[in-house]
């Protein structure tokens, strides 16, 4: 919200909203976390480029075809447990270009 004492004065609309790369431009890493989940494993899904209805739409398939759960946020997709094989090879289906990071 923005004051102004300027009678004439219009608030321009923001749009929020990035644009979605196409999935043979982005750019995806798979991780395995452990950190500051008591020991439990999560597979991290890094570097989507986008808007977040579409973060939440790649993340729900992902989770649905690995039958857990997850979340999707801040262009993270956290997929509960190690499926970095089968994530890898979910997105290479899709057109993702993705690749597994870290040790």
């Given at each position: ?10 608030p321009e609309e923001f749009n929020e909203q990035e ?73 290479t289906a899709m057109g993702y270009k993705a690749k597994?990071?870290?040790?």
């Amino acid at each position: 919200m923005v004051y102004s004492t300027n009678p004439d004065f219009e608030p321009e609309e923001f749009n929020e909203q990035e644009e979605t790369l196409a999935s043979k431009q982005q750019d995806l890493r798979i991780h395995l976390d452990r950190k500051q989940r008591k020991g439990k494993a999560v597979t991290l899904i890094t570097g989507f480029v986008g808007n977040g209805n579409d973060l939440n739409e790649l993340g729900r398939t992902l989770k649905s075809k690995c039958g857990v759960g997850g979340t999707s946020k801040n262009g993270e997709i956290l997929i509960q447990g190690d499926h970095r094989d089968k994530v890898l090879g979910l997105l290479t289906a899709m057109g993702y270009k993705a690749k597994k990071a870290g040790g």
